[in-house]
């Protein structure tokens, strides 16, 4: 009787113990889920809400009110499309330079030797111990009329140029800013290659670049494409490099966004556009990560 019972209970606390070890972690991020959830939803659904208010000049935004007004001025105005084609032709071209430079940078980081890594590897991070306003200042200091890079061009009976307020002044800034965010991934994806199977390769006569192209690229295509998709959203979302180094002139989303909460006290319209802002980034990025990834299993067969 004793011995029935007993094997009766078994199976059901075995069963019970391992409902609960499938549910702890659960319960045990569940705080995290939370206070993540109402961080970003709740402010995400209000900026919809008010997106869609009306707004008085004299009054300001009208609640409970609903009008599409503020979507179809930006969706027809090519004041608009200007800047949105500004803002992400600009961040395009950031992410690519940051691949043709973080790529090799990761790959050099990656063949180094201690302690070399270590202090290359703290040249690559020490710009994100830098607040972004100081380097936006740093580079307005550089690139200016009388900076270090004009009087070292004019030595050499060079220039001066007209660098600050452009968008090469914008490019070159957001490089140096986001050149971090492409050299980690890379550099991660470098790691988990077992190095045998690169010598394998060139000990079948396979040269350098013929394994450089068919072995590394395809296992750090990951990499890349984490790192290229952090770069672009981060670029078309900037505010404080746009906002210093390309001047009243040369708007960006961002600062567009920063000028109607701000300046123009229009909030329902400042809403609008950072909505098409982040449904606009989520459609190129999506775009992007399948084009990678269907030529990432192409590659690999």
């Known amino acids: 009787m004793s011995a029935a019972s007993t094997t009766s209970v078994a199976p059901s606390s075995v069963a019970q113990k391992a409902i609960s070890n499938r549910s702890l972690p659960w319960f045990m991020s569940a705080p995290a889920i939370l206070l993540c959830s109402v961080m970003l939803l709740v402010p995400l659904l209000l900026t919809v809400l008010l997106s869609f208010n009306a707004f008085d000049a004299d009054t300001g935004p009208k609640a409970g009110t609903f009008t599409l007004e503020h979507y179809r001025a930006v969706l027809?105005?090519?004041?608009?499309?200007?800047?949105?084609?500004?803002?992400?032709?600009?961040?395009?071209?950031?992410?690519?330079?940051?691949?043709?430079?973080?790529?090799?940078?990761?790959?050099?980081l990656n063949r180094m030797r201690k302690p070399w890594r270590s202090i290359m590897l703290l040249?690559?991070?020490?710009?994100?111990?830098?607040?972004?306003?100081?380097?936006?200042f740093g580079w307005s200091m550089l690139l200016g009329p009388e900076g270090l890079v004009n009087g070292a061009l004019s030595a050499f009976g060079i220039g001066p140029f007209k660098m600050l307020y452009t968008e090469t002044a914008i490019v070159i800034a957001l490089v140096h800013v986001m050149l971090p965010f492409m050299v980690i991934p890379v550099w991660t994806s470098l790691q988990k290659i077992d190095p045998g199977v690169v010598n394998a390769a060139l000990s079948l006569n396979a040269s350098p670049t013929t394994a450089l192209r068919r072995i590394v690229l395809p296992q750090i295509m990951p990499g890349m494409l984490s790192g290229s998709l952090i770069v672009f959203?981060?670029?078309?979302?900037?505010?404080?490099?746009?906002?210093?180094?390309?001047?009243?002139?040369?708007?960006?989303?961002?600062?567009?966004?920063?000028?109607?909460y701000l300046h123009e006290l229009n909030w329902p319209l400042g809403a609008a556009i950072a909505l098409l802002l982040l449904l606009a980034n989520l459609a190129i990025m999506l775009g992007w990560n399948r084009m990678i990834e269907r030529r990432y299993k192409k590659a690999l067969g």
């Open 123 to 136: 040249v690559v991070l020490a710009p994100l111990m830098i607040s972004v306003v100081v380097r936006a």
């Open 233 to 260: 959203g981060l670029s078309a979302s900037s505010f404080a490099i746009p906002g210093l180094l390309g001047g009243r002139r040369l708007k960006m989303m961002a600062t567009l966004i920063y000028d109607e």
């Open 76 to 108: 027809t105005d090519p004041y608009y499309y200007e800047i949105f084609w500004r803002t992400f032709w600009i961040s395009g071209l950031v992410t690519l330079i940051c691949i043709a430079v973080g790529t090799p940078e990761a790959y050099i």
